[in-house]
DNA sequence: TACCGGACTTGCTTGAAAACCT
DNA sequence: AGGTTTTCAAGCAAGTCCGGTA
């Protein structure tokens, strides 16, 4: 297998890449047997010393443009007055204004992060005088910046061209990196430009100032054997490091959290592409020793030791909902959130009955970017009589497991399988879901739209268990009744098409001549024609209702062993391009090599 | 064993591009 | 062709997990 994939990637990329890229180092058009078998003997070396590469080169990052002061004439009011403000503060209010139409700049925390911030940026003048956000009037430059974006869109097609040509350049010089053998591509060579964090949830920090990067602040990460990125002009990196343990290129440090960001490859490299894979792996592992496990801690739900039980009992949530691990987090720096070892007694209520059920668990708490999961579950008497041992004597704001945490539970699972962590049962039991879901649901009659209706609902019962939501779209409403209005049309059209078919019928029955009986045959195809589109209308109609708040991207990118869905589409004839886009196809392009259609997760 | 920095994955939103109408 | 709707990719925040240190 490991063979198979390092193969594949090898072939792939090699075509990208233009001669003049490698060097000395393969005449690999000559030579690719060679090559080939070289490339696999590193990847065994890989695996072994921990490096991840052995050439890197890459020409840094692409830093944000620079702040350009706002015309003259766009004025900042304070209390009514017009004021000209220096270029530094300047640049902080045009971030609030851009933002004004958004309901956190009414936010108390907002603003008082914002103002805090802007001031650190004031002169010692703007300082004195400006003391009161409230008497501060940004509406010019909002209104400028409304302007300026509207020009935006009627820019000419040749302007739009110009920008569009300057960004492919940029991609091609900074957008690609070479790392041992390959030219790949690089996720995010764009340095963030500064502006206002936002944060998600009740954020502690929202509004704060976002600081510009420069070539300062930045580490650069590359082989000392490669042509070293060039800082711009009048300009110092931070610091060239040479270490091949890591896969970042660059990284600097963000002002808010104080947390590093780094530059890295794309989804589709070779590098991210094996990290992908092995973790497939080891949720299939998983699935071979996962009744074990459970038959464990359905043990340890009696044990004696109360942090075993509660360990047990984590366990458990972990695997029957897919609960993220929780770990703990500093308070007042981030939104209060927390997953399944974080959870607090506030965020659980027991139901010794509930309607027809028993034991009834009620989870309502924010989990990661502060989404809410709410969700009743019956769970076993055991359960629910540790639940309530657990909570005893307990304060809500307590936590629920307060003898567990991530690193204790992770360990006992380190030592149930190797490289078992919790996160593996959001994978394992996410992946296993969709193949189960998919033997269910496919019918292998249906047309291909129906088939893939099938696949989305799969895909939608994994979203629903990993609770991945969304915004319901702006235009939903609109958008569903604009297709109701088709579906109405088309059921006109059938109709229509109906009739004439019965009345060709009739006219055959009486005239019985060859030209009546050809009429029917093409009402007959016209009647089929329609019933199809409008079949395809009505799923794409309950496709759509079903998926109003949930996101499958997630899911689908992130939790679904690729192979399945490949292996599907090959049993059932439908074309890979129809499950996934350009760039998930590049991302799997292991996993469309490797699966054929009698995979098996 | 608590704590923290570091590296890497996961997650939702949004702006831009593409596809779809009329 | 031009406008509108849908899809895609970028952006960037927020998790997980690991390993070193006090």
């Known amino acids: 297998m490991g063979y198979c994939f390092t193969l594949m990637c090898e072939l792939e990329t090699q075509a990208l890449l233009p001669l003049k890229l490698l060097g000395s180092v393969f005449f690999f058009s000559v030579m690719g047997c060679v090559l080939l078998f070289v490339v696999f003997r590193w990847e065994e070396e890989r695996y072994t010393d921990g490096s991840k590469w052995r050439f890197l080169e890459h020409k840094g990052p692409v830093f944000a443009p620079p702040y350009e002061p706002l015309p003259d004439k766009v004025k900042f009011y304070y209390d009514g007055k017009p004021m000209k403000l220096s270029a530094p503060a300047e640049e902080v209010t045009t971030f609030f204004s851009k933002m004004l139409d958004h309901e956190y700049t009414t936010k108390d925390i907002f603003r008082k992060n914002f103002f805090k911030d802007w001031r650190k940026e004031m002169t010692s003048e703007e300082k004195s005088k400006i003391t009161d956000l409230n008497k501060c009037n940004f509406s010019e430059m909002s209104e400028y910046f409304k302007t300026q974006s509207e020009a935006r869109k009627q820019m000419s097609k040749e302007e739009k061209q110009k920008i569009k040509e300057e960004n492919e350049r940029l991609l091609q010089e900074y957008g690609f990196c070479i790392m041992d053998n390959h030219k790949e591509r690089i996720g995010n060579f764009r340095i963030e430009p500064p502006g206002l964090f936002r944060g998600r949830g009740d954020h502690p ?262 609770n991945h939501q969304r915004a319901p779209p702006k235009t939903f409403e609109k958008s569903m009744q604009n297709l109701q209005t088709k579906i109405d049309e088309k059921q006109n059209q059938l109709s229509a098409a109906r009739k004439q078919l019965k009345a060709a019928k009739a006219d055959r029955k009486a005239s019985r001549d060859e030209k009546s009986k050809k009429t029917v045959e093409v009402k007959r195809k016209a009647v089929q024609r329609i019933e199809e589109q409008l079949m395809k209308l009505q799923v794409q109609a309950t496709d759509r209702e079903e998926n109003k708040q949930i996101a499958l991207g997630t899911s689908k990118l992130n939790y679904l062993d690729p192979r399945i869905s490949v292996a599907w589409c090959k049993k059932f004839g439908i074309p890979i391009e129809k499950i996934y886009n350009k760039t998930q196809r590049e991302k799997f392009a292991w996993a469309i090599d490797m699966a054929e259609k009698d995979y098996e997760f």
């Open 205 to 466: 920090k929202m509004g704060m100032l976002k600081r510009r990067i420069r070539p300062e602040d930045i580490i650069i990460n590359c082989s000392k054997d490669s042509k070293q990125p060039k800082p711009p002009p009048g300009t110092k990196w931070k610091e060239v490091r040479h270490d091949n343990k890591v896969t970042w290129l660059a990284s600097w440090t963000e002002n808010i959290q104080g947390s590093i960001k780094y530059i890295m490859l794309n989804p589709s490299s070779r590098i991210k592409g094996e990290k992908d894979w092995q973790k497939y792996e080891t949720a299939r592992r998983l699935k071979k020793c996962v009744d074990r496990i459970r038959t464990q801690y359905r043990d340890d739900w009696k044990s004696k030791e109360m942090r075993i039980r509660q360990r047990a009992v984590a366990l458990y949530f972990i695997d029957k909902l897919a609960l993220r691990a929780g770990n703990e987090k500093e308070e007042g720096e981030t939104a209060d959130t927390v997953g399944c070892c974080s959870l607090r007694v506030e965020h659980i209520k027991l139901y010794p009955k509930m309607d027809d059920q028993e034991y009834v668990v009620e989870f309502d708490f924010l989990g990661k970017d502060s989404i809410r999961y709410y969700n009743k579950i019956p769970v076993e008497k055991r359960v629910f009589k540790n639940l309530q041992l657990f909570l005893e004597n307990k304060q809500p704001e307590d936590d629920l497991f307060d003898r567990l945490n991530t690193s204790i539970l992770n360990k006992h699972l380190q030592e149930l399988m190797d490289g078992l962590t919790a996160k593996v049962f959001r994978t394992y039991n996410a992946s296993i879901t969709l193949q189960q879901q998919l033997k269910e649901l496919t019918c292998p009659d249906d047309s291909v739209p129906a088939k893939i209706l099938s696949y989305n609902r799969a895909n939608r019962a994994v979203a629903i268990l990993c």
